[in-house]
């Protein structure tokens, strides 16, 4: 498989164990604890098949954000089936917004003064400098809005969490990555239209 397609496939691989989870915990006996330790276990296993595949296509490498998601899904999943308890495998969406928007908002400190969204978005936008780190900004406001929603389904609203956690975090995602294009559109590189 080439980069290209590669890339244009990749944001669909990573929802694949949160499916894998939702069906399990829909399909099982809610007797106790039960479909949460099967959900858990099959988003284990779904989760390193998947990035073990995406490893062996990106040439033996997983980015950052990736060894991030294996490593929480592993150690999150691992406690829950440990201690056969759903709060660990709750936590571990609410953290993960939560080292995104952190990461995000020190990148500046360790790109030369550049920040995150700038380096994986420049190729495609042209703006001042002021106006990537307003952008970039945005961003760890959104992921910190993300860990925000993922905690108060996994520990308010816990009748939804799992809906959320395979669905409506997605939408979410998705209606603002939409809105950040359209409303970004004006500074589209030239060489890229």
């Keep these: 498989m080439n980069a290209k397609a590669l890339d ?18 829909k399909t099982t006996d809610h007797t106790g604890n039960q479909h949460i330790i099967a959900a858990t276990s099959g988003l284990m296993i779904t989760t390193l098949i998947v990035y ?43 953290i993960i917004n939560a080292v995104f928007a952190f990461g995000m908002a020190m990148s500046p400190l360790f790109l030369d003064g550049k ?44 009748q939804y969490w799992a809906e959320f956690t395979a669905f409506g975090d997605i939408i979410v995602m998705v209606v603002f990555m939409v809105s950040q294009f359209w409303i970004l559109r004006r500074y589209m590189r030239q060489d890229v239209k």
């Excluded at 296509?57 to 929480?72: D, G, T």
């Excluded at 190729?123 to 961003?139: A, G, R, T």
């Design 8 to 25: 244009a496939v990749k944001p669909f691989l990573d929802w694949i164990p949160l499916i894998v989870f939702f069906y399990i915990y």
């Design 52 to 94: 073990g595949l995406m490893f062996v296509l990106q040439k033996f490498s997983l980015e950052k954000r990736q060894w991030l998601v294996v490593a929480l899904t592993v150690i999150f999943g691992g406690l829950t089936m440990a201690f056969q308890d759903d709060f660990y495998i709750r936590l571990k969406a609410p």
């Design 115 to 158: 920040p995150a969204i700038q380096k994986m978005l420049g190729q495609v936008f042209e703006m001042s400098d002021k106006q990537w780190m307003k952008l970039n900004w945005i961003w760890v406001a959104f992921f910190c809005f993300m860990a925000f929603l993922q905690a108060m389904f996994a520990f308010v609203w816990k």
